[in-house]
């Protein structure tokens, strides 16, 4: 009942909803791209920068962005524009920005924490949810299955 039990149409691999597997190379390709999805956004937290202390003088993103890629121009952290995105909160008078890499961001929280912005000493810093464990790692991938074999393993005549 509900499409659990019985083999799977599609041969042995990962379960997919109704009980029914999604098999071979389709199965592995699926896993791979939650990897690396999950990668990217591990990647991204690490890029990101918590900015408090903000003027409450309706500032923009604009604003910061130019501040941020000035700054860090000038003082010789960055070539070109550091920032790929900034959200703002105006409530809470804080941003997080996110730049290119993770070296230009741990650069930023170093040297311009304390930095004058609109007659505001910011605060800048890690994320509240940053964690020291996020370190990016490259994923293992599956292993690739040998084409005929449908994937029930085997080396294969090479």
């Keep these: 009942q509900g499409g ?19 098999g071979g190379a389709m199965g592995q390709s699926l896993v791979g791209a939650n990897q690396l999805q999950k990668q990217l956004e591990a990647e991204k937290k690490l890029r990101r920068i918590h900015v408090a202390n903000l003027p409450n003088s309706g ?7 130019k501040f941020f890629n000035k700054e860090m121009k000038a ?3 960055a070539v070109g524009d550091a920032v790929k995105d900034v959200y703002y909160n ?16 741990t650069r930023c929280i ?13 605060k800048i810093s890690r994320p509240p949810d940053y ?5 990016p790692t490259v994923p293992a991938m599956p292993a690739r299955v040998q084409p005929g074999m449908g994937g029930m393993g085997g080396m294969g005549a090479g």
């Excluded at 008078?93 to 961001?105: D, G, K, Q, S």
């Excluded at 964690?131 to 370190?135: E, K, R, V, Y």
């Design 75 to 77: 003082k010789g952290l």
């Design 59 to 65: 500032t923009k993103e604009r604003e910061i962005t």
């Design 110 to 122: 170093s040297e311009l924490d304390g930095a004058e912005f609109e007659g505001q000493k910011l």
């Design 4 to 22: 659990g039990g019985g083999p799977s149409p599609l041969g042995a691999g990962m379960p997919a909803p109704g009980g029914y597997q999604l």
């Design 90 to 105: 105006a409530n809470g008078r804080f941003a997080f920005v996110e730049m290119r890499t993770t070296e230009e961001a």
């Design 131 to 135: 964690s020291l464990g996020m370190t």
